[in-house]
Nanobody, 125 residues
């Protein structure tokens, strides 16, 4: 099992930026597919971004393409998400997730077997 701890959430005005971090422990980080999901009240958990072992392959949800960037530092066992041009509809709890057995980055929530507790992002209009 992988332990994941998110940080970096907060309150920001529309158009602003935040950077989320997720520190991982318990498994070899460089072999984990990592992802970010988000969930707002009364909505299902939504895929945001994923990154493969090497950091060279990334995928994004349509609603964040061009605004969010996922990256990883295998030496620090950490995955990041830079969020720019934030909108009120980005308001949600953001979760870090790890796939400990996969070999390719995927948008499918069911493949991720470890989850963090989430960090709240609130974007005011």
């Amino acid at each position: 099992q992988v332990q994941l701890v998110e940080s970096g959430g907060g309150l920001v005005q529309a158009g602003g930026s935040l950077r989320l971090s997720c520190a991982a422990s318990g498994r070899t980080f460089s072999r984990l597919i990592m992802a970010w999901f988000r969930q707002s009240p009364e909505k299902e958990r939504e895929f945001v971004a994923t990154i493969d072992w090497t950091g060279r392959t990334t995928y994004y949800g349509d609603s964040v393409k061009g605004r969010f960037t996922i990256a990883r530092d295998n030496a620090k066992n950490t995955v990041y998400m830079q969020m720019n041009s934030l909108k009120p509809e980005d308001t949600a709890v953001y979760y870090c997730a790890a796939d400990g057995s996969g070999t390719i980055a995927t948008m499918e929530r069911l493949f991720y077997d470890s989850w963090g507790q989430g960090t709240q992002v609130t974007v005011s209009s």
